[in-house]
């Protein structure tokens, strides 16, 4: 069911249909597994964990929501916590993160309380304004429930320490 926004489509909505267009969601991976992640710079982050079930590695693309720190990355579960991404890391928190020129670097994962979460999409919300709109319309159209209830993950990159 599509909703109608001044006689348009939402285009909030249209958005929510593609983010169930696998191909198209996964389209970014290519760049990233080519090494050209970097044209998406820092709003976007290509995350590596291990499957649940089998162990084996699995890429997906995410829109960071925050970046409180140049190391720190927060990336939201829009499909709130039935995403397998989200299910995989609750159960073994294994994670690399791609982004910018950045490759497969090590990451601890921390799942925020409300409050944190709260804090981050504020700022999100003061920091891009319009993405706002479109980020918060999108992940409602497609979870069904309000942003403020969507899970949030830090995504902390974990300093090399044998260079």
Not at 51 to 79: M, Q, T
Request: overall charge positive.
């Amino acid at each position: 069911m599509s909703r109608i926004q001044g006689g348009a489509l939402d285009p909030t909505a249209a958005a929510a249909r593609l983010l169930h267009v696998r191909w198209l969601v996964r389209a970014p991976l290519f760049l990233y597994r080519h090494g050209t992640g970097w044209a998406f710079g820092r709003r976007m982050l290509m995350l590596e964990h291990r499957g649940r079930r089998s162990g084996e590695p699995r890429y997906v693309c995410l829109e960071v929501v925050d970046n409180p720190a140049d190391a720190v990355f927060v990336v939201a579960s829009g499909f709130g916590d039935q995403a397998q991404w989200f299910r995989n890391l609750q159960a073994n928190g294994a994670a690399h993160v791609s982004i910018g020129r950045i490759r497969s670097a090590p990451a601890e994962v921390t799942f925020l309380d409300e409050d944190a979460a709260a804090w981050c999409l504020d700022r999100y919300r003061a920091q891009h304004p319009r993405a706002w709109k479109m980020l918060r319309g999108t992940i409602e159209n497609a979870s069904g429930r309000p942003v403020s209830e969507v899970p949030l993950i830090a995504l902390s990159l974990i300093e090399d320490t044998d260079a």
